[in-house]
């Protein structure tokens, strides 16, 4: 089945500090991958995504690119700031129609002090 | 920005009795879900729902789970007899269309807690 794996937390970071979460995943078809964000008492919301290989999302800074031959997807900001503290969450869908759901990660806490 | 509201934020229910979560989806959705993260774990797939009934389900969801549209707005997901380990923040979501083309937006969740 599908499983996608991510980088064990919590992650402490300085502000404007280098901020790399890792994820990999294994799947039966072409999935599509989301990170989505989780801040305090609030829902999952999309951080972004990408639908093929090779494609990069970015949003907010952040970016992540598609990496077949590794099965990757990890997450990258330059200059992390105080507001990015959250939960990170890798996920994936398989293309399969009918079968849209998404599977997650563990997620990965994120603190950034100033 | 439209999004998906679910009610109540935190449900307190004793071991046994029954619970219903709600959810409404964005209006012009037609994909519906319902995930839960038990503290500290992974969010897990529950159910999917599309054209009024369910076009998939996990483990998880068993006899003791119902999901149902009673109407053009609702979405609600019915535990029947709640047991401890049903304890968990619940997510509902929704999509446009299939998760490959667009994005689930989530509400912010219930949190159930079983006694």
């Known amino acids: 089945g599908n499983s996608v794996t991510q980088m064990e937390g919590p992650v402490t970071l300085s502000e404007e500090a280098f901020l790399t979460i890792n994820c990999t995943y294994t799947?039966?078809?072409?999935?599509?991958l989301f990170w989505y964000v989780q801040y305090p008492g609030e829902g999952l919301q999309l951080l972004l995504k990408?639908?093929?290989?090779?494609d990069k999302g970015s949003n907010k800074g952040f970016e992540a690119t598609y990496r077949k031959e590794t099965t990757s997807f990890h997450l990258e900001k330059g200059s992390v700031q105080v507001s990015d503290s959250a939960v990170y969450f890798c996920?994936?869908?398989?293309?399969?129609?009918?079968?849209?759901?998404?599977?997650f990660g563990t997620g990965t806490r994120l603190t950034i002090i100033p | 920005e439209p999004e998906v509201t679910q009610t109540p934020s935190h449900q307190v229910t004793q071991m046994g009795q029954e619970v219903i979560l709600r959810c409404v989806p964005i209006?012009?959705?037609?994909?519906f879900y319902w995930y839960r993260q038990i503290l500290g774990q992974k969010v897990e797939f529950l159910v999917s729902?599309?054209?009024?009934?369910?076009?998939?389900k996990s483990e998880i969801f068993d006899d003791q789970f119902s999901v149902e549209r009673p109407d053009g707005s609702n979405f609600t997901l019915k535990i029947r007899s709640t047991k401890l380990e049903d304890s968990a923040m619940y997510f509902c979501?929704?999509?446009?269309?299939?998760?490959?083309?667009?994005?689930?937006?989530f509400g912010d969740g219930t949190r159930l807690s079983i006694l």
């Open positions: 990408a639908t093929k290989a090779d």
């Open positions: 996920a994936l869908s398989d293309t399969n129609f009918g079968n849209e759901k998404l599977t």
């Open positions: 979501a929704s999509s446009e269309e299939t998760a490959s083309n667009q994005p689930q937006h």
């Open positions: 799947a039966t078809g072409y999935p599509s």
């Open positions: 729902f599309y054209n009024n009934e369910i076009s998939e």
């Open positions: 209006s012009n959705h037609l994909y």
